[in-house]
C-alpha cells in the first residue's frame, strides 16, 4: 500500500447501548488514535464524500473500562483498518474493515486473531494478491460478520450487500460459507443478525434493514434457513464433526 498522509486525532471516547431501562447491554470508555487518507477532518461524515473515491482508515483503541454483558472489556486493545469506501456519507456502506486484537487463552499468553468484515454476494472478497500477503501472516481469521439482503419484503433496506431478492439470500449464504470453509486460513464466520432490524430503525443510528432469518414477527424466512441449514451441515460432514446421512456415528 503507497504511503499515505495521515493526520491523527486522539479521543477520549465514551459510549453505550441500552437494550431496555436500567444497565446498558454493553459500555465502555476508551482512549483512540485515528488518521486517514483525507487531509481535511472527515469529509465523509460531515459531508456526502470522502475527499478520494476512499477513505482508507486506521484506528487504535485502549479500552480504559467496560463490559459487554457480564464479561469484563478493561484493558481490551484493538485495532481497526479499513476503507469507508466512496458511499459512506450518503448510504453508510463502507468497502471493508479488518479487526485485529489478542485473545487471552487463560493462561497468560496471547493468540492474535484477526476479524473480517467485507463481502460480497460471491464470497468473500476474491483479491488474490491481499490473501497471499495475509497467509503469508500464519494467523488465523474469523468473519465478524456477513450478510445479504433485499427489498422485496417490506423493509427499505437490503444492508451492506444486497441479493437482489429474497430467492437469492439462500444461495448467497451458501457460497459465502463454502469460500470461508475453502480458504484455510478461515476459523469461522458470523451472519448478522438473526432477526431484521425495525421498520422505524433501530435506536443506535436509524439502521432498518432486511438481513434477518426471522422477522420482527418471529417468523422465518423459510427459504434462507433451509439453505443456511443444509450449508452449515455440508461444511461440519466435510469436516468430520457430525455423520453423514445413513451413516452411524
Not at 471516547?13 to 477532518?41: I, N, R
Not at 496471547?110 to 473480517?116: A, G, I, S
Not at 419484503?153 to 451492506?160: P, V
Request: glycine letters at 10%; a negative charge.
Amino acid at each position: 500500500m503507497k504511503a499515505l498522509r495521515l493526520i491523527p486525532l486522539v479521543f477520549a471516547l465514551t459510549v453505550s447501548l441500552a437494550a431496555a431501562p436500567g444497565k446498558p447491554l454493553w459500555q465502555m470508555k476508551a482512549d483512540y488514535v485515528e488518521a486517514c487518507s483525507c487531509h481535511l477532518f472527515c469529509p465523509c461524515y460531515f459531508n456526502k464524500h470522502a475527499e478520494h473515491p476512499m477513505c482508507q482508515f486506521n484506528m487504535a483503541v485502549n479500552v480504559r473500562e467496560g463490559h459487554s454483558g457480564e464479561t469484563n472489556l478493561a484493558g481490551v486493545k484493538y485495532w481497526l483498518t479499513g476503507d469507508l469506501g466512496d458511499e459512506w456519507g450518503t448510504a453508510k456502506k463502507g468497502s471493508w474493515v479488518v479487526v485485529s486484537f489478542e485473545q487471552d487463552q487463560g493462561n497468560g499468553k496471547k493468540v492474535p486473531v484477526t476479524f473480517f468484515k467485507g463481502f460480497t454476494t460471491d464470497g468473500i472478497a476474491n483479491d488474490g494478491d491481499e490473501w497471499a500477503r495475509f497467509h503469508a501472516l500464519g494467523k488465523p481469521a474469523l468473519i465478524g460478520e456477513f450478510h445479504f439482503g433485499s427489498t422485496d419484503r417490506g423493509l427499505f433496506w437490503e444492508g451492506l450487500v444486497g441479493a437482489g431478492k429474497e430467492s437469492e439470500r439462500g444461495p448467497a449464504y451458501a457460497r459465502y460459507l463454502r469460500a470461508v470453509a475453502d480458504n484455510p486460513d478461515f476459523v469461522g464466520a458470523h451472519w448478522f443478525q438473526y432477526i431484521d432490524e425495525p421498520l422505524t430503525g433501530r435506536t443506535l443510528d436509524g439502521e432498518n434493514a432486511h438481513v434477518g432469518f426471522v422477522t420482527v414477527a418471529d417468523l422465518p424466512y423459510v427459504d434462507l434457513v433451509a439453505a443456511a441449514r443444509d450449508a452449515n451441515l455440508s461444511v461440519l460432514r466435510e469436516l468430520h464433526l457430525i455423520a453423514s446421512p445413513g451413516v452411524s456415528e
